[in-house]
């Protein structure tokens, strides 16, 4: 009876969290290019990678409560409907054996609609314009301490392999930097990317945010 309840026990744990995972991230893998033109109208690209454990938990459409992004096309349009002056203009999703490929592609009028997407609680971009000059600071992930043993190795195994891989097209050269020394940042011409190991950013025990700096 005791090994029966320890059983038990893990099986339950593994579930919850299964479910701490899917909440700590919008997705497993994710690429993507953001350009943003002068006058802070642009174009979003995304892809994401996401384990097939989603269709398990039923997470593809209705997951605003769940997930940071969407994910389903009926996410998506919910989202374009609540955010001023942002707009779907292409969606598809495939799958492999592992998972499941996501890619749409977005328009936005504003830099406000650009943060009104990337941030749906209003709680980790902040934008910020002095002059001719734009701020716009991204919290990717708040920390989580005190990690259980178990856990953390659920987590390098599910995560395994997965990448996060932004890049912001500006109107001038960028500067970037990050809080939290989890993952790379750099510039190339016009350009800044940002990428790090999902693991290192699930399993981060401090904030990590990308601050990116630009002039109209």
């Known amino acids: ?22 909440s700590l991230s919008s997705c497993i ?3 993507s290019n953001v350009s943003i033109r002068q006058n802070g109208s642009g174009t979003i690209q995304l892809e994401y990678r996401l384990s097939r454990m989603f269709e398990a938990l039923g997470k593809l459409d209705g997951n605003e409560k769940q997930l940071p992004l969407p994910v389903g096309r009926t996410d998506f349009e919910r989202t374009v409907n609540r955010v001023p002056g942002l707009a779907l203009t292409a969606y598809s999703i495939s799958q492999d054996e592992k998972d499941l490929l996501v890619k749409a592609e977005l328009s936005f ?7 009104g997407f990337l941030d749906a609680a209003g709680q980790s971009v902040r934008l910020v314009s002095d002059g001719g000059n734009r701020t716009m600071g991204l919290v990717l992930v708040r920390g989580i301490k005190n990690v259980d043993a178990d856990l953390e190795s659920l ?5 395994a392999g997965y990448t996060i891989d ?3 097209n500006f109107p001038s050269t960028p500067t970037v930097s990050t809080v939290g020394n989890i993952g790379q940042a ?10 790090s ?7 981060s025990s ?4 990308l601050r990116l700096s630009w002039k109209e």
């Open 206 to 209: 401090e904030p990590v945010e």
């Open 186 to 195: 750099a510039v190339t011409g016009t350009s800044a990317r940002y990428t």
């Open 155 to 159: 987590v390098r195994t599910v995560f």
């Open 29 to 31: 893998g994710v690429n």
């Open 1 to 22: 009876m005791r090994i029966t309840m320890m059983v038990q026990k893990k099986s339950v744990f593994i579930a919850f969290s299964a479910l701490i995972i899917v």
């Open 197 to 203: 190991p999902v693991t290192d950013l699930v399993l």
């Open 109 to 115: 009028t504003s830099l406000d609609a650009l943060a």
């Open 166 to 168: 932004m890049r912001f």
